[in-house]
Protein backbone atom coordinates (compact mmCIF):
# COMPACT_ATOMS: atom_id res chain seq x y z
CA UNK A 1 0.00 0.00 0.00
CA UNK A 2 1.51 3.52 -0.80
CA UNK A 3 1.68 6.02 2.21
CA UNK A 4 2.03 9.57 2.27
CA UNK A 5 3.23 11.31 5.39
CA UNK A 6 2.61 14.55 5.71
CA UNK A 7 4.56 16.91 7.91
CA UNK A 8 5.09 20.58 8.99
CA UNK A 9 1.65 21.72 9.87
CA UNK A 10 1.42 24.54 12.84
CA UNK A 11 0.05 27.50 14.40
CA UNK A 12 0.82 30.75 12.76
CA UNK A 13 -0.11 33.95 12.32
CA UNK A 14 -1.67 35.83 9.72
CA UNK A 15 0.53 36.74 7.04
CA UNK A 16 2.87 34.46 8.33
CA UNK A 17 4.15 31.26 6.33
CA UNK A 18 4.69 27.73 6.40
CA UNK A 19 6.06 24.60 4.06
CA UNK A 20 4.21 21.70 4.57
CA UNK A 21 5.98 18.06 3.41
CA UNK A 22 4.55 14.95 1.97
CA UNK A 23 6.77 12.10 2.07
CA UNK A 24 5.94 8.76 -0.37
CA UNK A 25 6.91 5.52 0.23
CA UNK A 26 7.32 5.38 -3.99
CA UNK A 27 8.38 7.11 -6.71
CA UNK A 28 6.23 9.45 -7.12
CA UNK A 29 6.86 10.04 -10.93
CA UNK A 30 4.84 6.68 -11.10
CA UNK A 31 1.67 8.70 -10.36
CA UNK A 32 -0.41 10.61 -13.10
CA UNK A 33 -1.13 13.88 -10.16
CA UNK A 34 -0.20 14.96 -6.66
CA UNK A 35 -1.77 17.14 -5.19
CA UNK A 36 -2.74 18.84 -1.45
CA UNK A 37 -6.35 18.78 -0.51
CA UNK A 38 -7.25 20.60 2.68
CA UNK A 39 -10.66 20.12 4.56
CA UNK A 40 -12.13 23.19 7.93
CA UNK A 41 -14.48 21.60 10.44
CA UNK A 42 -18.16 21.12 9.31
CA UNK A 43 -16.50 21.89 4.99
CA UNK A 44 -16.09 19.67 2.64
CA UNK A 45 -12.47 18.45 1.08
CA UNK A 46 -10.95 20.84 -1.23
CA UNK A 47 -8.15 20.76 -4.10
CA UNK A 48 -6.03 23.63 -2.89
CA UNK A 49 -3.02 22.58 -5.58
CA UNK A 50 -1.46 19.86 -7.77
CA UNK A 51 1.02 18.74 -10.34
CA UNK A 52 1.15 16.90 -12.94
CA UNK A 53 3.67 13.64 -13.72
CA UNK A 54 5.31 16.39 -16.23
CA UNK A 55 5.39 19.32 -13.78
CA UNK A 56 2.49 21.11 -14.54
CA UNK A 57 0.91 23.37 -11.26
CA UNK A 58 -2.85 24.11 -11.09
CA UNK A 59 -4.16 26.20 -8.07
CA UNK A 60 -7.22 27.34 -6.39
CA UNK A 61 -8.09 30.89 -7.03
CA UNK A 62 -8.51 31.40 -3.09
CA UNK A 63 -4.21 30.23 -2.87
CA UNK A 64 -3.09 31.88 -5.97
CA UNK A 65 -0.04 33.89 -5.76
CA UNK A 66 0.25 32.75 -2.57
CA UNK A 67 1.14 28.82 -2.28
CA UNK A 68 3.53 27.34 -4.67
CA UNK A 69 3.49 23.50 -5.11
CA UNK A 70 6.72 21.81 -6.08
CA UNK A 71 8.23 18.71 -5.53
CA UNK A 72 11.60 16.62 -5.39
CA UNK A 73 10.94 13.91 -7.27
CA UNK A 74 14.52 12.34 -6.44
CA UNK A 75 13.47 12.65 -2.19
CA UNK A 76 9.85 11.29 -2.99
CA UNK A 77 8.79 14.12 -1.22
CA UNK A 78 6.34 17.33 -2.51
CA UNK A 79 6.28 20.39 -0.70
CA UNK A 80 3.72 23.52 -0.34
CA UNK A 81 4.90 26.86 0.19
CA UNK A 82 2.50 28.91 1.81
CA UNK A 83 2.77 32.43 2.41
CA UNK A 84 0.38 35.63 3.11
CA UNK A 85 -1.63 32.84 5.29
CA UNK A 86 -4.94 34.11 6.26
CA UNK A 87 -7.88 32.52 9.18
CA UNK A 88 -10.08 30.84 6.34
CA UNK A 89 -6.55 28.91 5.44
CA UNK A 90 -7.05 27.35 8.92
CA UNK A 91 -7.72 23.53 7.79
CA UNK A 92 -6.14 20.04 7.60
CA UNK A 93 -4.04 19.92 5.02
CA UNK A 94 -4.39 16.18 2.97
CA UNK A 95 -1.43 15.11 0.21
CA UNK A 96 -3.15 13.26 -2.07
CA UNK A 97 -1.46 10.68 -5.23
CA UNK A 98 -3.86 9.89 -8.18
CA UNK A 99 -2.82 7.04 -10.80
CA UNK A 100 -5.33 6.87 -13.21
CA UNK A 101 -6.21 3.56 -14.53
CA UNK A 102 -8.12 2.16 -17.46
CA UNK A 103 -11.85 2.61 -18.13
CA UNK A 104 -11.57 6.01 -15.87
CA UNK A 105 -10.89 4.30 -12.80
CA UNK A 106 -8.58 6.48 -10.50
CA UNK A 107 -6.47 5.45 -7.65
CA UNK A 108 -6.65 7.69 -4.83
CA UNK A 109 -3.61 7.68 -1.99
CA UNK A 110 -4.24 9.53 1.39
CA UNK A 111 -1.72 10.91 3.87
CA UNK A 112 -3.11 11.37 7.41
CA UNK A 113 -2.76 15.11 7.33
CA UNK A 114 -1.20 17.93 8.69
CA UNK A 115 -2.89 20.44 10.56
CA UNK A 116 -2.19 24.26 9.58
CA UNK A 117 -3.83 26.84 11.99
CA UNK A 118 -3.85 30.54 11.08
CA UNK A 119 -4.84 33.24 13.84
CA UNK A 120 -6.01 36.39 12.78
Known amino acids: QVQLVESGGGLVQAGGSLRISCKASERIARFDAMAWYRQAPGKQRELVADITRTGITNYADSVKGRFTLSRDVAENTVYLQMNSLKPEDTAVYYC??????????????WGQGTQVTVSS
Open 96 to 109: NAKQIRYAGLVNNY
